[in-house]
Nanobody, 121 residues
Framework: QVQLVESGGGLVQAGGSLRLSCATP????????MGWFRQAPGKEREFVAA????????YYADSVKGRFSISRDNAKNTAYLQMNSLKPEDTAVYFC??????????????WGQGTQVTVSS
C-alpha cells in the first residue's frame, strides 16, 4: 500500500473547472495504476477515471468523457484529474486510489482521504 494525499477540491460554478491532484511520498508510485472515484451524499462510490502506470491506457466513466482528463507525472509522484465543464451532478467527495488498472473499487488497495468538490448551479 502507498500513502495518497488529494488536493484541489473546492466550490465552483457550473461550467467551471478544477484540477485535482493526488500525491504520494513513496518511491513506488510509478508501479501502480491510478484511479479516481467519487461519492455523492446518499450514493455509492462510483468510478470516474483510471490511468495505467505508463499512462498508455486510460478509462473514463461515460458521465465524464469529454469533460474530465486524467494524467500522471511519475517524476513528481503525482496524478491529476482535470475537470472541465463541471455540472451540479459532479458534486461529490473525490478519492484517488492506487492499485491495478481497472474500473472497480476492488482493483485498488490504497486510497486517499478524499477531497470535496461542490458545483453550484
Amino acid at each position: 500500500q502507498v500513502q495518497l494525499v488529494e488536493s484541489g477540491g473546492g466550490l465552483v460554478q457550473a461550467g467551471g473547472s478544477l484540477r485535482l491532484s493526488c500525491a504520494t511520498p513513496g518511491r513506488t508510485f510509478s508501479r501502480y495504476a491510478m484511479g479516481w472515484f467519487r461519492q455523492a451524499p446518499g450514493k455509492e462510490r462510483e468510478f470516474v477515471a483510471a490511468i495505467r502506470w505508463s499512462g498508455g491506457s486510460i478509462y473514463y466513466a461515460d458521465s465524464v468523457k469529454g469533460r474530465f482528463s486524467i494524467s500522471r507525472d511519475n517524476a513528481k509522484n503525482t496524478a491529476y484529474l482535470q475537470m472541465n465543464s463541471l455540472k451540479p451532478e459532479d458534486t461529490a467527495v473525490y478519492f484517488c486510489a492506487a492499485g491495478y488498472f481497472g474500473k472497480r473499487s476492488d482493483d485498488y488497495d490504497s486510497w486517499g482521504q478524499g477531497t470535496q468538490v461542490t458545483v453550484s448551479s
